[in-house]
């Protein structure tokens, strides 16, 4: 595996130092220059930790709004079914305009004539780097007048998939009003599952082999409406109320034969499950100007919600209709989370220094009925961060160096755990040509487990088999290393990095004895350490020079492992990878996404991606945009898991929903803009942790 991912570096790198040498990187000019400049070609910028993006004349008039354009962006893409961007990369993507976190809506909002330029930064400054992989900031030009309005649906016309959304914004002189509401629903009534347990206890061999149907679907809304007042070199102000509104369900049916050494048995049964919640959500900004070069943010982020989640599931044995489990449980979480930020930055002549402090609080009260009986518990988690760095270039070297400081301290009923994390940050940069780039980066971080990990409850599986969490996880402790190659001109923008991230005391889920109910538990536990490490190689090809024809690409070898607390080794290795074609003629535009599903190593388990292999079209007359498009096209999504050799359970799962299988899609937009909004340039941007429905 090493000698293929070296080898193929070695010839990605020949390739690109092999090409022309064109200078079209942009230079670097005030924000006020370019807006009074038509730019005639796409250009591209490379930095220590972002590349900065502009955009031609042509791609301005073809696009819609500004989220068209991110689309053109070589690590960035399409999600086909949600509908939003996402990075090709994977991982969380941060959207700003002008600095301030944005929503999907807020990104159509802005029209194209309105975008500066695109700050893509796939290093995350200090102030972002807990809460993101990517984060992209779009630079837009502002007046004191206009108002800005649309909407847009697709539906699928032989099953329950709908995507639709509208917003809206006005601003006055100083003051900018927004609203905005989305809806993504899926019902679909053919989901198939085939699931397998197979397992020695006791001395007998047991196996279950069931095959369900399930109907199941969820509906997410967003409704947000938000006041922003900004007095330009002076003060800005921002209150925003969010509302997420979800619900889902799954009900299914289905037969399994069990098996007991010899013995065969025909089990009938059934597994309902839902949850629901709605998350009222207050965030509040403020940001002042202190000289001319000083500025102080403050950021609090506040909600309180009740999420509730049901599981019943049965199983008996056909004829007798002896009962073989009998799975109950409702759960009733109420949560309050803040999030609270204070940040300072300095501009020095050598740089500039950002420094800063956040907390964020979650707490938990849980009401409980399950296979354990009734109980009532609380959790709380903590979390602080100090950070500071200071960002400068000497010639073609440029720095970022970072230092931070982090404490997690998770409480619940059975365990405390507190723990101060010393974090740096190191990137150097340096410019080998004004089109190639060579940088590298190390970091230090803690990772909190997550809510569901942490849990005391417990759920049936299977026969014999439980799923439960672990309120004595510690924190995982990373240390990423990254060298990446960046190369640009006319016709490629390409990225070739060499990763490798080391994490102590992973968290590992995985099968144990289970001393309470009998039988086996699927449970979490502390690893000794594991590791990830490869070749990444992303970027854009146009063959004419131009947007008639764009070849995007993804592939990553990469080899992955997992030391258990036993000591016992888990490896894996895959070739990650992603495939897209676009096409843009005058009003026409046509994409095409596929990609070769892998299995990546998650805990106890291999799981794959989602395959893809969707085709759209779409069409712009003046304001409105009509769209097509198909689905998996020839194939329903699927997804498949399967334990390792080391697990006490050899467990498999394959499911198939056959209503996405050729889903054709048709879609229709309207957005219109008169004048130009006053962007808010935010600082801080924070997010009160999820629901916890486990």
């Known amino acids: 595996m090493k000698k293929t991912i070296y080898t193929i570096f070695f010839l990605c790198g020949a390739f690109t130092f092999a090409q022309e ?35 031609d004349k042509e791609a301005l008039e073809r696009a819609r709004y500004a989220k ?81 309005f649309g ?35 899926r019902d679909y009534d053919d989901r ?17 082999d069931e095959n369900r149907k399930d109907h199941f679907g969820y509906t997410f809304q967003n409704v947000a409406i938000r006041y922003t007042r900004l007095v330009p070199d002076d003060y800005a102000f921002q209150a925003k109320l969010n509302m997420d509104i979800f619900s889902r369900f799954s009900k299914g049916v289905g037969q399994s034969v069990f098996s007991e050494d010899d013995l065969k048995e025909e089990h009938a049964m059934f597994k309902n499950n839902g949850s629901d919640y709605v998350i009222p959500k207050l965030d509040l900004y403020y940001s002042k100007k202190i000289g001319e070069k000083d500025e102080l943010s403050i950021n ?49 002549k050598a740089g500039k220094l950002s420094s800063g402090y956040r907390i964020s609080r979650s707490s938990i009260s849980n009401d409980l009925n399950n296979l354990a009986g009734y109980s009532q518990y609380s959790v709380n988690y903590l979390e602080q961060y100090f950070y500071t760095e200071f960002a400068g270039k000497i010639d073609k070297f440029s720095y ?56 005391s409850n417990v759920v049936q599986l299977a026969p014999n088999i439980v799923q439960r969490g672990n309120p004595f996880l510690e924190s995982q402790q990373v240390f990423s290393n990254n060298l990446t190659y960046s190369f640009n001109n006319k016709y490629f923008d390409f990225n070739a990095g060499l990763f490798y991230r080391y994490t102590n005391r992973v968290i590992n889920q995985y099968y144990v004895q289970d001393d309470v109910l ?51 080794l888990i490896k894996n290795d895959f070739l990650g990878n992603y495939f897209s074609l676009s096409s843009e003629y005058k009003s026409f535009s046509l994409q095409y996404q596929f990609n070769i599903p892998v299995y990546n190593l998650n805990g ?46 050899d467990y498999k799962i394959h499911t198939q929903i056959m209503n996405n299988k050729s889903m054709f899609v048709l879609g229709l937009s309207y957005d219109f803009s008169k004048g130009k909004k006053t962007e808010l340039q935010r600082k801080l941007n924070n997010e009160t942790a999820p629901a916890a429905t486990f």
């Open 151 to 185: 909407a847009d649906v697709s539906t699928a016309l032989n099953t329950g998939f709908v995507n639709g959304s509208a917003y809206a914004n006005y601003t006055k002189g100083k003051n900018n009003f927004g609203l905005e509401y989305s809806l993504n629903l």
């Open 192 to 208: 198939r599952v085939n699931s397998i347990y197979d397992y020695q206890l006791n001395g007998k061999h047991y196996r279950s």
């Open 518 to 568: 009998g039988g086996y538990a699927l449970t979490y536990e502390n690893g000794k350490n594991g590791q990830r490490y490869g070749v990444q190689l992303t970027g854009s090809y146009k063959p004419f020079g131009n947007s008639l024809l764009v070849i995007k690409a993804v592939i990553t070898p990469t080899s992955e492992t997992v030391k258990t607390s036993t000591g016992a």
């Open 400 to 455: 970022r160096i970072g230092a931070g400081l982090t404490n997690i301290h998770n409480k619940s009923a059975e365990n405390t755990f507190d723990e101060w994390t010393f974090t740096p940050k190191v990137i150097l940069a340096y410019q080998l040509k004004n089109n190639q780039n060579l940088r590298f980066t190390a970091s230090y971080n803690p990772v909190s487990p997550w809510s569901n990990a942490l849990s």
């Open 300 to 348: 609090v982020v506040g909600s309180h919600y009740t999420t509730n989640t049901s599981e019943t599931a049965k199983e008996w044995i056909e004829g007798s209709g002896l009962s073989v489990y009998d799975n109950d449980m409702v759960l009733k979480a109420k949560q309050t989370s803040l999030v609270g930020e204070l940040a300072h930055t300095h501009d020095f």
């Open 68 to 148: 068209d354009l991110l689309r053109t962006l070589p690590e960035l893409q399409l999600d086909p079914v949600a509908n939003t961007i996402t990075s090709t990369k994977g991982g969380t993507t941060l959207f700003l305009i002008n600095g301030i976190e944005a929503t999907d809506m807020q990104i159509r909002s802005v029209a194209p004539s309105e975008v500066v330029k695109v700050e893509y930064y796939d290093i995350p400054p200090a102030r972002w780097a807990t809460r993101a992989d990517t984060v992209v900031n779009i630079l837009t030009k502002s007046t004191e007048t206009g108002y800005v």
């Open 21 to 55: 040498n064109k200078n079209d990187t942009a230079d670097v000019a005030a924000t006020k220059e370019i807006q009074e400049v038509i730019l005639k070609s796409q250009r591209k910028k490379q930095f220590a930790d972002k590349a900065v993006y502009t955009f």
């Open 604 to 649: 106890a388990f291999l799981n794959t991606n989602e395959n893809q292999n969707n085709i759209f079209v779409s069409y712009k007359h003046k304001n409105w945009t009509f769209s097509t498009g198909m689905y998996w096209i020839g194939m329903p999504s699927e997804y498949k898991t399967k334990s390792l050799p080391e697990s006490l359970v």
